[in-house]
């Protein structure tokens, strides 16, 4: 097996790479990268990925590390799914979203993860109100255009689903525990459950438990 996907199962960005994975049932080899015990800054890791952080994806030599292109990679494999459309302007239509996730959405979700869940799960001290607070603004600016989306059609860049939904909805496989203020926005609640339906979701999910 060629293809080699270095994840962490819990992050929403190693989240992003599987579920896609799964979702185009390609078969791959799982590398874990337990960043509970720092494999990620390993000088073999950082081989791959310099800036010492996971996903990686391995093929045939070729090394790709960000996830929203890893997903890219693996969407083109495919390419009558439909998930990265070939016409310019209709595959930036749907890029578009995976910059405004790297810029906005990520940003704003990785603030409540991280004080949430990356703190007591590490050790790291207690939950900042502040940062809290912080983070549901931010949440609820970026919600807010999602949602404004989501009211119009029913995927992120239209009514079939492409990379955009895997780069953006990867986040809320940990909306429970992150406490993301979901409760305004029915578009985006609507469409999350639709994802969670999905047989690949639930695949993905599956990793995340404890063996």
Request: charged share 20%; aromatic share 12%.
């Amino acid at each position: 097996m060629s293809l080699k996907l270095h994840v962490f199962p819990w992050s929403p960005r190693a989240f992003k790479v599987l579920w896609m994975a799964h979702y185009l049932e390609l078969d791959y080899e799982f590398v874990l990268v337990d960043l509970t015990k720092g494999a990620q800054k390993t000088p073999e890791h950082l081989a791959l990925n310099p800036n010492g952080r996971m996903p990686v994806l391995e093929e045939d030599g070729f090394v790709l590390w960000e996830s929203n292109a890893i997903v890219d990679y693996l969407a083109s494999k495919l390419p009558e799914s439909g998930l990265l459309p070939t016409d310019t302007r209709e595959r930036l239509s749907v890029e578009k979203w995976q910059f405004w996730d790297s810029s906005h959405w990520d940003a704003a979700c990785r603030v409540l993860v991280y004080e949430h869940i990356v703190k007591p799960a590490f050790g790291l001290g207690e939950a900042s109100p502040t940062e809290i607070a912080r983070g549901n603004q931010l949440f609820e600016r970026a919600a807010r255009v999602l949602d404004g989306e989501l009211s119009r059609h029913r995927y992120v860049a239209g009514e079939t689903i492409t990379v955009a939904d895997f780069s953006i909805g990867s986040s809320f496989c940990v909306a429970g525990p992150a406490q993301y203020p979901l409760a305004p926005y029915n578009a985006i609640q609507r469409w999350f459950g639709e994802l969670q339906a999905m047989p690949s979701w639930k695949k993905t999910v599956a990793m995340q438990r404890p063996t």
